[in-house]
C-alpha cells in the first residue's frame, strides 16, 4: 500500500507564491506518474498539473505559465511551486501517486487560499 502525504499549502496574497510539496511512501515498486488535482468550494476536482517518471509536465490552461511541477524519482516526491496566484486558485489541493501494479493513491488535501 502507497501513502501520499502533501505540505506546504497555506495563505498567500495574490501575486504570491506558494510551494507544494508531496511524499509518497510505502510499499513502493516504481511510481509511474504523479500529480495535482485541485477542488475549489462548489466546484468539481479539477487535474492542475502531472509528470511521468521520465518527467514529462502536463498543466490546465489556467495555470500554464505560473505553476510548475517538478519530480525527484528517488524521493518519490514531486513538488508544484505556484507563482503569481491568483484568488481563483483558491482550493484544496491533492496529490497522487499511480504506482506500477497498483491503482492510484490519494493525499488527504492541503489547502490554498489566495486573499485578493
Known amino acids: 500500500q502507497v501513502q501520499v502525504v502533501e505540505s506546504g499549502g497555506g495563505l498567500v496574497q495574490a501575486g504570491g507564491s506558494l510551494r507544494l510539496s508531496c511524499a509518497a511512501s510505502?510499499?513502493?515498486?516504481?511510481?509511474?506518474?504523479m500529480g495535482w488535482y485541485r477542488q475549489g468550494l462548489g466546484k468539481q476536482r479539477e487535474l492542475v498539473a502531472s509528470?511521468?517518471?521520465?518527467?514529462?509536465?502536463n498543466y490546465a490552461d489556467s495555470v500554464k505559465g505560473r505553476f510548475t511541477i517538478s519530480r525527484d524519482i528517488a524521493e518519490n516526491t514531486v513538488y508544484l511551486q505556484m507563482n503569481n496566484v491568483k484568488p481563483e486558485d483558491t482550493a484544496v489541493y491533492y496529490c497522487?501517486?499511480?504506482?506500477?501494479?497498483?491503482?492510484?493513491?490519494w493525499g488527504q488535501g492541503t489547502q490554498v487560499t489566495v486573499s485578493s
Open positions: 509528470i511521468t517518471n521520465s518527467g514529462s509536465p
Open positions: 497522487y501517486a499511480d504506482p506500477a501494479y497498483s491503482r492510484r493513491s
Open positions: 510505502g510499499s513502493i515498486f516504481k511510481i509511474n506518474a
